[in-house]
């Protein structure tokens, strides 16, 4: 059961001038399902992409890297059940043959479609089920189906996750929608997640490809669910340009910082749903690390906890055994570490208690303090490690039975 997510709510998502999205059932893995999706361009439309650092990566994230250099992406097609990963030259030929059919269909350049998979690895992808499906996707584009292309990118997920925000810019109101997919296979350098997210500002290509690496940063690689790392993850900004604002191009403008606050925003959203609708999740846990000499440290502690499977599974048990914090916190890599000067708070939306403090077991913590605390459904482990200003928030969520029911059980 996700943790505080519930289903978007359709009236909710804003369609995005110049992005047209249409889905369909073409028994990818399974029949009777949604598992196909194109989404359309409008011309002149800009786009940037953050893939998996995975060298393993699927076919289709290959692909995707050699279309985006040249520009002009003009549609993009999203397949769920399959993930075309660990498929070699016969995946590579059927990610290609795919991107070919749909430029067909639309009329465009095969290297202006991106293609994008996700599911079961090693298992060849179905390309004849996807072909015949492409002409009914097609059929199906419409500006108001962001509802229906987030319940078809999902696999594990239980819930579709998708957002939507609007601001002002020099008096031109500018629509920003996304939508992700995820549960399991999370963790940073991006995950087994999907992200799609669409704006109708002008901004130069060059400040949209910053703006994208900014937002991700922030977001899908802040979570993690299990430590994986995903041969998929993908995760692509659009600006169309039909706003009718003035081009963006300066990232240091006061339109540039609301734009990219607003991008953010939306992936953060978005990565945290995929962290709320974790493979078995009961528990949302904030990770905040500060006082870190830098920001790569603290957010190295902050992965080292939430990592660890032994801090995952207390907390689903509500069991205060914290000193599995400390022990991940001294195996994160910070040789000069003074203990002695580190604390650490437990805390939810009620309360917060200091657990450690110089060096071991802080004076006033009582274990039925914590195991109070761990109850509630939103917890925060807070370090303040004590070494200078730097901060880190990573998000993740609980180990569950549930969990090793749903990998043990996925591919049945």
Same mark, same amino acid.
């Given at each position: 059961?996700?943790?505080?997510? &519930? ?15 249409? /889905? ?22 800009? /786009? ?23 520009? $002009? ?5 999203? !397949?769920?059940? !399959? ?9 590579? =030929? ?14 465009? =350049?095969?290297? &202006? ?43 594990? =997920? ?11 810019? $020099? ?28 704006? =109708?500002?002008?901004?130069? &290509? ?13 977001? %899908?690689?802040?979570?993690? /669910? ?25 990232? %240091? ?18 990565? &945290? ?41 207390? %907390? ?27 604390? /650490? ?53 609980? %180990? ?6 749903? $990998? ?5």
């Amino acid at each position: 059961m996700a943790v505080n997510l &519930q289903t978007p709510n359709p009236t909710a998502l804003l369609p995005v001038p110049g992005v047209r999205l249409g /889905v369909t059932q073409a028994g990818i893995r399974k029949a009777g399902r949604h598992d196909l999706t194109v989404i359309e361009l409008a011309p002149g439309s800009r /786009v940037a992409g953050v893939f998996t650092q995975n060298r393993f990566c699927a076919a289709p994230v290959t692909v995707c890297r050699e279309h985006l250099p040249g520009g $002009n992406i003009r549609a993009l097609v999203i !397949n769920t059940g !399959n993930a075309n990963a660990g498929t070699g030259k016969q995946g590579l =030929d059927s990610a290609r043959t795919t991107c070919r059919a749909l430029a067909e269909i639309l009329a465009i =350049d095969a290297c &202006q479609v991106l293609p994008f998979s996700t599911g079961v690895i090693l298992e060849p992808l179905p390309t004849e089920r996807l072909l015949t499906g492409l002409p009914c996707a097609v059929a199906d584009l419409r500006t108001d189906s962001w509802f229906d292309a987030a319940h078809a990118i999902m696999t594990t =997920d239980t819930l579709a996750k998708a957002v939507s925000e609007q601001i002002a810019l $020099n008096g031109k109101t500018i629509t920003v929608t996304g939508m992700s997919k995820g549960a399991g296979m999370i963790r940073p350098n991006m995950a087994t997640m999907l992200g799609f997210i669409a704006c =109708d500002a002008a901004v130069s &290509q060059s400040l949209l490809e910053s703006i994208t690496r900014e937002a991700a940063d922030a977001s %899908f690689n802040s979570i993690t /669910v299990d430590g994986d790392t995903s041969t998929n993850d993908s995760f692509i900004a659009i600006a169309t340009g039909q706003a009718g604002n003035a081009e963006i191009t300066d990232a %240091f403008s006061d339109e540039a910082r609301t734009l990219a606050h607003t991008i953010t925003s939306v992936a953060i959203r978005l990565a &945290q749903s995929i962290i709320r609708d974790g493979e078995g999740a009961t528990k949302f846990m904030s990770i905040v690390v500060e006082g870190g000499a830098g920001r790569e440290e603290s957010r190295r502690v902050a992965y080292a906890i939430a990592h660890s499977p032994l801090v995952k599974t207390a %907390f689903f048990a509500s069991d205060p055994n914290l000193g599995r914090i400390l022990a991940a916190i001294g195996y994160a890599g910070i040789d000069d570490l003074d203990v002695e000067r580190l604390r /650490v708070w437990l805390g939810n939306p009620e309360e917060e208690t200091l657990v450690a403090e110089r060096g071991g077991r802080a004076a006033g913590y009582a274990e039925e303090t914590g195991a109070r605390i761990m109850k509630h459904a939103e917890l925060t482990v807070r370090v303040d490690l004590a070494r200078g200003q730097a901060k880190s928030t990573v998000w993740t969520c609980d %180990f569950s039975y549930d969990y090793v029911k749903i $990998n043990a059980d996925y591919r049945s």
